[in-house]
Nanobody, 124 residues
């Protein structure tokens, strides 16, 4: 059974940093493309970043590239998102998600595992 449990969200001032984590169980996350997807109030799901399962290649949405870093600890079966230079528009519920084996990482309807989300609020 696929389980994804996020943690590490919170309130941070603009310009600050935060690292969110996602512990995976029921599967080996290095065998899949794994992503962070966010949902801001009143908006739909927005893909943020993906790390490839095969070659660790990383992909970022253009609004976070250069500020966010996705990584994975295979020994801990855990996914991370380091967020620096945070902006108020980064405020959202951040989900860890597994891309379907035959899916495309940039299509959020092609995911087959989701966590419950962790709230990130950027405000002074």
């Amino acid at each position: 059974q696929v389980q994804l449990v996020e943690s590490g969200g919170g309130l941070v001032q603009p310009g600050g940093s935060l690292r969110v984590s996602c512990v995976a169980s029921g599967f080996t996350c290095s065998h899949y493309h794994m992503s962070w997807v966010r949902e801001a109030p009143g908006k739909g799901l927005e893909w943020v970043s993906t790390i490839n399962g095969r070659d660790d290649r990383r992909h970022y949405y253009h609004t976070v590239e250069g500020r966010f870093t996705i990584s994975r600890d295979n020994a801990k079966n855990t996914l991370y998102l380091q967020m620096d230079s945070l902006k108020p528009e980064d405020t959202a519920l951040y989900y860890c998600a597994r891309v379907r084996i035959d899916g495309s990482y940039y299509r959020t309807n092609e995911y087959d595992g989701w966590g419950q989300g962790t709230q990130v609020t950027v405000s002074s």
